[in-house]
């Protein structure tokens, strides 16, 4: 199973990446979204995969009886994609705001503060 | 000492607060400064003449050996001497000369400022601490050329002169940490000892070329040197003090100073020989070719700057003799004839030699000091300029099988000189007054005073040599050379070759100057030889270097975010990828990877289709949706894999962000695609292999044994000293609290981001402050 | 009138839990049940009866929508394997007697839920829903089917 | 109690939201809270100097179960440094900002990238460090954009796109960390690493995380997103940036090149390329600007690559050269911008060729001036000088003679370029300037906005001056910073309550 | 027994879902796909729901299932009455089969107002060709 | 034939069966509220997977993720509605 | 979207879901659940209310400004953070009241910063999606 899961991390990166070099800023969101599902999956398969043993005691126990999956990496990739939410949404409203002023999509159209004069 | 040094530094800072006092008084009070800092050195004179050298220590920087200690030797009295006593006269000289100039109190400032720093550079013992001074003049240089900073012209000239110097400085900088790192310390006194061990180390040839070329850029040689005529620029006192006197005789005292601790060898003389004889010649021939007074000057200046290396690289006890005689003389005439051309320039407004004629009737005194000094330049006996020309040419006779070009050389040189010198200091005055310069007239005493005094000390000095034959020349000879032989100095050498070369000298240039008139059409023919000067050639080269910064800085940063991505991308996908397959084994051990159940696979279909849809579609709304998908999916597999609370987060996350794409869309324009198919070719390339080896890094990483010593203690201690079930949430809230704290805290940040994005527009107004 | 029932219900019920002290969801319905019948028991009013044979009515009519899902279900599976056999579809203006928002969203639901039927949106002055029908036969026996079935059921339970 | 610069402005932001949209009140506040957090920086400071690396356990869980909170003297003269140009900037824009601007929570967001950073310059877990990270880099979006004026947002799509790049590239390296040791404290990360057999897999993370630390330090083939943005942000924010922000990619990297992935010989390598590429590239680009902004944005790219290059040559003195150096760069810089601020306030432009005049109008003002530029330059003794002869002397050490001469080159780009807008702005006859922008001009503010703009360059110009000339006792602080940087067991001895080997 | 049950339950569920799946395939437009997930979806869902409620046979289990179940009733005839709606809105093409369309043009362009008696407006759905 | 093997044999390939189908119906769209009601579908789809899983786990725990999957997936449905909505306004 | 149904429905939709998000909140310790998701449900609650209602009457309900919601969940999430300095406890450390309460479960610093999570979740989606949501 690990491998297919490494598989679609390595699709979500590669299309992520692909998407970021488009040209339509909204594409350039949608690859850093598919980039951080990435590597949320990234971390999450690091952690090892237990199945259907979520690391929760049932009532009374004090310590698990068998095995569980890792918490650790569960609880990183819950504030990994919190924090993702909140960058994303951020950007999201930013290419709005961009469309509002600059009345464009197009990345190529945003190159006037590079220009060395 | 240390106050003797930076008072000037005091005075300058001080400049701001006395012009709001007494701004009428700054001049004099300011040059009483160097007066009596004159005062105070010649009181060293008689105590180095008996022990050699004196030290002064101060602490500043221990720990890197950096201290504040100052050697007054004869080399160095010599240069405080010339430092402070010209700096009074053209301290004075300046009163009369910049009256009632509107930043006359600045211009004492940066003045004062020089000549610390001048004095810095001599009297400092620690070589780090010589740097930092020798860096100041360059600055307050900079400072002086521009004074006029309103005029495009001085500006430039002043960027030039600050770039060549800085550039030579920060060359010369590392040459000295070099020095340190093989001699061991900055301290010139120590450095003496390891003298040997430092020309026998492999660096040695380093170090000299690396000091060579802050020396050379610093005393304008060839093919450095064309700032100097650029700083003629600034104002005439300026021009006497830095570009003749002090400053560019900064490389030359650098090189004298290392003289007994790094001369003496093959590279060290063969490298000053060359460099300082092609110097010479070459600026004394421009010095003929130019009809503007200052620059006449500025190459005789050069090409004086010529020679004084070329006897430091002869590097014969008679030759380094000839040298410190020929520092003072030289800055006695050259300082005097600039003065004078100061002078002239002031009452006539003109600087043209081919014009300017006869103003003896008008200012005979400063013609008096003009005679002198031209033929103190000359080295007509009786006037100092005689001896050094003597002793130089006894140096250059004795150079063994170069002798005869040697000779040949600075005899040339001499001759051009002697033009040059006669063309400043005697041409303007002789012949009949033109009717233009008929109102011109002796200005102030404070004008012409310092001159002439110049000018009678070159004929005191020259007449009388003993009179500072053992005082001065002496203990500056043998610090230059490091040896205690015993001089004396005298006017008569008898009947010798020496003095059949002075006659021809003198017969020959007295000739060249009654035949040889300098004329504006000879120098305009010249010009076209300009292109290959080393002003055109360095020119050239930094403007190829402005182009191709140009190029370069626009081949990367051009604008486009894609292709920062993709060199980013691409630099990390070659450095993992070098890495990947020189240098990690690669294994898969399948009892690590767990059996695939049909549902799984389902939803590992829906999840890769989706992407694909999702890269692939143009509707904006479609890859929206298919996102949605792909969350869903993402949900799923944690779910499968016992992460209730992740899948529960993301689904709602997902959920949140697809209604807000939603809401954003509804604003966005349609959707076009931009890119042409080669492009996106090349795109899915780079992007598969990027994915590739993140997915191949992964399974290399998976296949890594796994220490889980961190979770067991989560796991065993949750619910007895965190008081909970859920692990992962005790996790959040207890073990690592302090990410779901500042967690909490980019949500608010993007939030309050967000509401102001959306409400504060400052766009319609104009232009922002 | 039914209201003040209900709470009374309620109270007594929650009384009950107090009483015995168990606080379990089965010893509060056992307590609900038992205070039901002995208001059942203490109340003659005529109109006030209404209570008492409304929860036995709602009962039955959630049963009786329940099956008409079940039906629908498969109907539909029926449907599926051979898909368009005999398939009318039509969007039908259907005439409210229900009022208040409350009874047309109940009403709404129920249609949506059950056979072949899907409530496209109801007329801002309320007076007509849009419902799309998969199979209509014919529009007027559709309309009375419907208020027959779910509409009258529903208006008197929520009377 | 090491935390507390961190809960400080944590609660300082806080009770600026309440404030919200109250403007005058937030400059009272926020200027008290930069001073107190300056106070507390100075304590901390103090306090680790007296007694050496400092720890807490957050949620008294021993390392490396919970978080732990390290204070080495790198640490504490990071959070020093970061509190006094925050007291500058907060004081700056209290007298420049638009009112607008800080309406719409300019101080909160302030505090907040504050305290990311604070945070991150203490923490000693590789995935809090990460949180940090983000905490700094959304402030700094909020930052960049408030306002939305039509440059801010085309500047900001590259550094907002780049900057989330960069924390994935991040969040992958930490996925990889935790699959090859599963822990994440660093310390315990430092001895873990050690014990990892396939050395390789450690030195490609150590890549990941060089590429994800370079673009938030804009070293060479990752700086592009600067020189788009820096300058279209409101000058004191640049200067917050400019300061303190690339340095934040520095110190990680300076933290985890050293603690984690110490002494790795062909990461080194690269990192001097790199360094050498940068001081290139940030040079090259200053040449030809002719907004302010970006000829200091440049540089500070050019001045990055000095950073990297001490990193890259690894030795006790090129640390040290590299810690002296970032001192240094951090208070410049930020006075920098604030120059470049009110030159935008007094004149109405940035572009050096609409500029001029400034040294006739206003002299003392323009010395005061001249002393972050020529400081920047490195004239000796300033500031910028000192660091340059540790860093020759380690290229001569590690034979890196390429190197000195690209940090040679750098020196003289750097000395070209503050000469000329020395020339250009200062000494040029001001004719043309643009009239009629929005907001006040200098002349036409109050007296209190005036000296709010002023003293925050007389502070850091003087702070400036004591590194020039004070360089002994900075010197001293970095010898001790790079010795610990260089052997890090005290650190883990520290955090782990353990003896161990040298990693 | 209670094994035996669940199996039953599950089974008829999941033919339930299976047949709605295939709806949603086969129907020709829009409104019918719409009509026909809401039916047998909330069957089959329930009944896999109340499979699951058995094997648990624990109180809370219990009361979350039938939340579940009525949310999802709730939610399903609603989702899909805004879903219809606004596919009617959009134009979304309408079966060709399609007997009587009493919608046709009842809705105000503008303020999307919905009128009960005759009104004309634009909005109507123009009949397809069955695009499965 | 034990109650696990039959639900994993029996009703999970029927329900993945019924995904299939209805990702068809996904790619297929055509009009955007085609792909949402697909979209709809699948999450409810998921809902009797997950009740499944929980039976085959015995983990009443995923419930309450299937019940957190019915009430969210409700909002994106009216979120798309509502942009078609907005949409047509423009 | 003015649909009477919708309208309807939802009406009474809100004060469930709310319910709900707290019950997933108050469990968090215990069972899945917690201040994210919690918080996560509850502005999704009033989410679909504003779609029903429209920003306006969303905004009545909740009458205070959402945006306050985030400090004063600050002002919690740290209030709980820094309590251990009052029993000079390292930062985080957990206060728990003796015995557990009753529905609740045991009461602790721990709750108090789910809490704060909670509204600060709240408050930042809610303050983004009504910003974006009036304008549109
Ligand atoms: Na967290
Ligand atoms: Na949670």
New interface residues.
């Given amino acids: 199973m690990e491998i297919l899961l490494i598989i679609i991390i390595g699709l979500l990166h590669a299309g992520g990446l692909y998407m ?1 070099l488009r040209r339509s ?1 909204f594409k ?1 969101i949608i690859g ?1 979204i598919l ?2 599902n ?3 999956l ?2 999450f398969l ?2 090892r995969l237990v199945k259907g043993k979520p690391p929760v005691m049932e009532d009374g126990m004090k310590v698990f009886a068998d095995i569980y999956a890792d918490p ?2 569960q609880a ?1 990739v819950l ?2 994609i919190v ?1 993702g939410f ?2 994303q949404s ?2 999201i409203i ?2 709005r ?2 469309y509002n ?2 009345n464009t999509d197009d ?1 190529d159209d ?5 220009e ?2 | 000492m240390l106050i003797a040094v930076i008072l000037g530094f005091i005075f300058a800072l001080c400049v ?1 607060f006395f012009t709001r006092f007494f701004k009428k008084t700054i001049p004099f009070l300011y040059s009483l400064l160097p007066l009596s800092l004159f005062i105070y050195f010649f009181q060293f004179l008689g105590k180095i003449k008996n022990q050699g050298h004196v030290l002064f220590k101060y602490e ?5 050996g950096i201290d504040l200690s100052f050697r007054l030797d004869g080399l160095s009295l010599l240069f405080a001497f010339m430092i402070t006593g010209i700096g009074a006269l053209v301290f004075i000289y300046t009163i009369y000369y910049l009256k009632g100039h509107e930043y006359l109190d ?1 211009f004492y400032g940066y003045l004062s400022m020089f000549m610390a720093s001048m004095l810095g550079v001599v009297l400092s013992d620690n070589l ?1 601490t010589m ?2 001074f020798w ?2 003049t360059s ?1 307050s240089s ?1 400072f002086l050329i ?1 004074f006029n ?2 005029d ?1 012209a001085s ?1 430039k000239s ?2 030039t002169a ?2 060549i110097t ?2 030579g400085g ?2 010369m ?2 040459g000295i ?2 020095l ?2 093989v001699g061991g310390s900055y301290s010139f006194t120590e450095l003496l000892n390891s003298s040997e061990a430092i020309k026998d180390s492999s660096a040695y040839g380093w170090i000299i070329s690396l000091l060579f070329v802050g020396a050379f850029t610093k005393s304008a040689q060839f093919p450095f040197h064309f700032w100097l005529p650029g700083a003629m620029k600034a104002p005439t006192p300026v021009s006497t003090y830095l570009h003749s006197a002090t400053m560019v005789k900064a490389g030359i005292y650098l090189l004298a100073r290392f003289t007994p601790l790094l001369g003496d060898t093959f590279w060290w003389n063969g490298t000053l020989v060359t460099v300082g004889s092609v110097t010479m010649v070459y600026a004394a021939i421009h010095s003929v070719l130019r009809v503007d007074l200052k620059s006449i000057l500025a190459y005789s200046t050069i090409s004086a700057l010529g020679i004084l290396v070329f006897l430091i690289g002869i590097g014969t006890e008679k030759a380094l003799l000839a040298a410190g005689i020929f520092i003072l003389a030289h800055a006695l005439y050259k300082a005097a004839l600039f003065l004078i051309t100061g002078i002239i320039d002031h009452e006539t407004g003109s600087r043209d030699v081919t014009k300017l004629a006869g103003l003896q009737r008008v200012m005979m005194p400063v013609a008096i000091a003009g005679f002198l000094a031209a033929l103190s330049s000359a080295g007509v006996p009786f006037l100092l300029g005689f001896i050094s020309k003597e002793v130089m040419y006894e140096a250059t006779l004795q150079f063994g099988d170069w002798a005869i070009i040697l000779t040949a050389l600075a005899v040339s040189t001499k001759i051009l000189l002697l033009v040059a010198g006669f063309w400043a200091g005697i041409r303007p005055f002789t012949g009949n007054l033109p009717s233009e310069f008929e109102k011109a007239k002796l200005p102030s005493p404070l004008l012409w005073v310092p001159p002439l005094l110049l000018g009678i000390l070159s004929l005191g000095f020259g007449a009388f040599p003993s009179l500072i034959g053992q005082s001065l020349i002496q203990p500056v000879f043998s610090s230059m050379s490091g040896t205690d032989t015993v001089v004396q100095l005298k006017l008569w050498h008898g009947f010798n070759l020496v003095l059949l070369l002075s006659i021809f000298t003198l017969v020959t240039g007295g000739v060249l100057f009654w035949f040889l008139k300098p004329s504006a059409e000879l120098f305009q023919k010249t010009l076209r030889f300009e292109l290959i000067s080393p002003q055109n050639i360095i020119e050239g080269g930094s403007k190829m270097f ?1 182009s ?3 190029t ?2 626009r081949f ?2 051009n ?1 486009y ?1 894609r292709n ?2 993709i ?2 991308l691409a ?2 996908t070659l ?2 990828a070098y ?2 397959f ?4 690669i294994y898969i051990d399948w009892n690590q990877i767990s059996p695939v159940s049909h549902y799984e696979i389902i939803v590992v279909a829906l999840m890769i289709i989706s992407i694909l849809f999702a890269i692939s579609t143009n509707s904006r709304t479609i890859s929206i949706v298919a996102l949605g998908v792909i969350g869903f999916a993402n949900c799923l597999f944690f779910l499968f894999y016992s992460a209730p609370d992740l899948a529960m987060t993301q689904f709602s996350i997902d959920s949140l962000t697809v209604l807000l794409f939603m809401l954003v869309l509804v604003k966005l324009p349609k959707n076009k695609s931009f890119s042409s198919n080669i492009m996106k070719f090349r795109d899915a390339m780079l992007s598969l292999l990027f994915g590739t080896l ?1 997915a191949i ?2 399974l ?3 296949e ?1 044994p ?6 067991k ?2 796991a065993e201690n949750a619910y007895v000293l965190a008081k909970g079930r859920n692990v992962v949430n005790v996790i959040l809230v ?6 779901t ?3 909490i ?2 949500l ?3 939030a ?2 967000v ?3 959306m ?5 319609p ?5 | 009138m039914t209201k003040s029932l209900f709470l009374s219900n309620l109270i007594l019920a929650i009384i009950w839990v107090l009483a015995t002290g168990t606080l379990t969801e089965e010893n509060f319905l056992f307590g609900f049940f038992i205070s039901f019948m002995i208001l059942w028991v203490i109340t003659y009013k005529k109109e006030e009866r209404k209570y008492f044979t409304m929860i036995p009515k709602l009962f039955g009519f959630v049963a009786f929508v329940l099956w008409e899902i079940t039906k629908a279900n498969f109907q539909s599976v029926k449907e599926s394997f051979y898909p368009k056999s005999k398939l009318e579809p039509a969007i039908v203006k259907f005439p409210l007697d229900a009022k208040t928002d409350m009874e047309i969203t109940f009403l709404a639901n129920i249609i949506s839920i059950t056979p072949g039927t899907l409530i496209m949106d109801v007329s801002d002055d309320k007076k007509v829903i849009y419902v799309h029908v998969m199979h209509l036969i014919d529009k007027e026996d559709f309309i009375k089917e419907i208020k027959a079935k779910f509409e009258k059921p529903l208006l008197e339970l929520m009377r | ?1 090491i ?1 507390l610069p961190i ?1 400080f402005q ?2 300082a ?3 600026l ?2 404030f ?1 949209q109250k403007s005058n009140i937030q400059k009272v506040l926020s200027i008290l809270f930069s001073m107190t957090g300056l106070a507390i920086g100075i304590w901390l400071f103090l306090l680790v100097w007296e007694n050496g690396i400092m720890v ?6 021993k390392a ?4 732990s909170f390290v204070a080495d003297t790198f640490g504490v003269t990071m959070v020093l440094l970061s509190s006094i140009s925050g007291l500058a900037v907060s004081i700056f824009s209290a007298g ?1 900002m ?1 009112k ?2 800080l ?3 300019f101080f ?2 302030f505090h ?1 990238l504050i ?2 950073l604070q ?1 991150a310059f203490l923490t000693g877990d590789i ?2 460090l990460y ?2 990270f ?2 700094v ?3 700094s ?2 930052l960049l ?7 801010q ?6 550094y ?3 900057n ?2 960069a ?3 991040f ?2 390296a ?3 960390i ?7 404290n660093m310390a315990d990360l430092a001895i ?1 690493l050690d014990n ?1 057999q ?4 450690v ?2 993370t150590s ?2 995380f ?2 994800a630390f370079g ?1 938030k330090s804009a070293i060479f ?2 700086y ?2 600067l ?3 820096y ?2 942000p ?1 000058p004191a924010v640049s200067a917050i940036f400019a300061g303190l922000l690339t340095k934040l990619g520095i110190y990680a990297m300076l933290r985890t090149f050293t603690l984690l992935f110490g002494g790795d010989e ?1 990461m080194g390598d ?1 990192m001097v390329v790199l360094a050498a590429l940068t001081i ?2 940030g ?3 200053a ?5 302010m902004g ?1 000829i200091f944005g440049y540089l500070i790219i050019c001045h990055i690559g000095f950073l990297i290059a001490g990193l890259g040559m690894y030795t006790e003195l090129a640390i040290m050269g590299t810690v002296f150096y970032l001192i240094h760069d951090i208070i410049v810089k930020t006075n920098l911008f604030l120059v470049s601020g009110l030159i ?2 007094i004149n ?1 432009t940035q572009d050096i060729r609409e500029l001029g005049g400034m ?2 109008n206003f ?2 003002l323009s ?1 005061l001036m001249a002393i972050p530029l ?1 400081s920047l330059v490195g ?3 300033l500031s910028g ?2 660091a ?2 540790f860093l ?2 380690a290229g ?2 590690t034979k890196d003679y390429v190197l ?1 001469g690209f940090i ?1 080159l750098g ?2 780009l750097t ?2 370029v503050i ?2 807008v020395w ?1 250009e702005v ?4 001001g004719e043309h300037l ?1 009239k ?6 200098f002349s036409q503010m109050s007296k209190t906005d005036q000296w709010l703009m002023v003293f925050p360059i007389v502070l850091l110009s003087g702070i400036s001056l004591y590194i020039g000339f004070g ?2 006792n900075v ?2 602080l970095s ?1 001790r910073i790079s010795s610990e940087l260089m052997d890090p067991s005290g650190y883990i001895e520290a955090v782990l309550g353990l003896k161990t080997m040298n990693p | 027994m209670k094994d035996i049950l669940i199996m039953i339950l599950s089974t008829f569920g999941a033919l339930f879902i299976l047949s709605s799946a295939l709806g949603l395939l086969k129907k020709p437009d829009v409104y019918l796909r719409i009509s026909v997930t809401a039916k047998a979806s909330t069957l089959g869902i329930s009944l896999i729901l109340a499979s699951a409620a058995i094997f648990f046979n624990d109180y809370s289990v219990t009361t979350r299932v039938v939340a579940i179940i009525l949310f999802v009733f709730l939610t399903i005839s609603i989702g899909g009455h805004l879903l219809a709606r606004a596919a009617y809105f959009t134009k979304t093409p309408i079966w060709k089969g399609t007997k009587i369309d009493d919608l046709a043009g009842q809705y105000d362009e503008v303020t999307h107002e919905l009128y009960s008696e005759k009104h004309h407006s634009s909005i109507k759905p123009e009949k397809s060709e069955n695009n499965i | 034939m034990s109650l696990h093997d039959y639900l994993n044999w029996i009703i999970v390939p029927i329900l993945g069966l019924s995904v299939i189908l209805v990702f068809i119906r996904f790619l297929k769209g055509p009009s955007l509220p085609d792909r949402v009601i697909a979209l709809d579908m699948l999450i409810l789809i998921s809902i009797c997977i997950i009740a499944v899983y929980s039976i085959q786990t015995s983990q009443n725990t995923f419930l309450d993720v299937a019940m957190l999957f019915a009430l969210v997936a409700f909002l994106s449905t009216a979120a798309y509605a509502f942009y078609l909505e907005q949409r047509v306004r423009k | 979207m003015k649909s009477l149904i919708f309208k309807t429905a939802s009406a009474y939709l809100l004060p469930l879901l709310l319910l709900f998000s707290i019950f997933i909140l108050l469990r968090g310790h215990y069972l899945p659940g917690g201040g994210f998701v919690g918080g996560l449900m509850a502005s999704i609650a009033f989410l679909v209310h504003s779609f029903a209602f429209g920003l306006k009457e969303t905004q009545n309900i909740i009458k205070i400004n959402p ?2 919601l ?2 004063i969940g ?2 919690l999430a ?1 209030g709980a ?2 309590a ?2 009052f029993v000079d ?6 206060l728990w009241f003796e015995g557990p309460f009753r529905f609740i479960g045991m009461v602790g610093s721990a709750l108090f910063f789910d809490i704060g999570v909670y509204l600060v979740v709240i408050g930042a989606t809610l303050t983004i999606m009504f910003s974006i949501t009036d304008t549109v």
């Fill in positions: 970021l800023m350039m850093l980039l951080g990435g590597a949320n990234l971390i690091l952690g650790l990496p990183l504030t990994a924090i909140g960058l951020f950007a930013l290419i705001r961009v002023v600059l990345l945003l190159n006037s503060t590079d060395e004069i | 701001p500043w920087v221990p720990s890197i600045r780090m740097f930092i860096e100041l600055i900079y521009g900073n309103e495009p500006r002043a960027l600050l770039s800085g550039l920060l060359v900088l590392s940490i070099l340190q790192a402005g191709f910064a140009g370069w800085t990367f940063q604008g975010l920062y991505v060199t980013i630099f990390l450095l993992m890495r990947l020189w240098g990690v084994n993140i890094l992964t290399v990483v998976f890594e796994s220490t889980k010593e961190v979770s203690y989560f207890d073990y690592r609290g302090f990410d704290m500042v967690e805290v980019v608010v940040i993007a309050v981001g509401y102001s994005l409400k504060l527009d400052l766009n107004s104009k232009k922002e402050l | 109690m935390v809960i944590f609660i932001g806080t009770v939201l309440f919200w807490t356990q957050s949620g008294d869980w490396p179960f919970g978080i420049s638009r607008e601007r309406d719409f929570g909160p967001i907040f305290m990311g945070g995935f809090n949180v940090w983000e905490v880099i959304i402030a979006f909020v954009t408030l306002g939305g004026k039509k440059s947002l085309e500047g900001a799509i590259k907002v796109s780049l989330l790049l924390s994935t590239l969040l992958i930490i996925g990889f935790y699959g090859l040791t599963g822990s994440l873990k990892v396939n050395r390789g897999l030195s490609v890549g990941i060089l590429v673009i083939p990752m592009f997103w020189p788009a943005s300058h279209t409101p062909f690269i290139l590239s040079g090259l680009g040449l030809l600007q002719q907004n970006k935008l306030k109405g040294y006739k002299p003392l010395l020529f004239i000796p003794p000088f000192w340059k002869i020759i002397q001569l050490e000195i040679v020196s003289f000395l070209w000469a000329r020339g200062f000494w040029k006859k643009p009629k922008a929005n907001g006040l001009y360089a002994e010197i001293i010898q | 945006g306050f985030m400090p600050l002002v740290v953070a820094i251990p300095f406890a390292p930062i985080l450390t957990g």
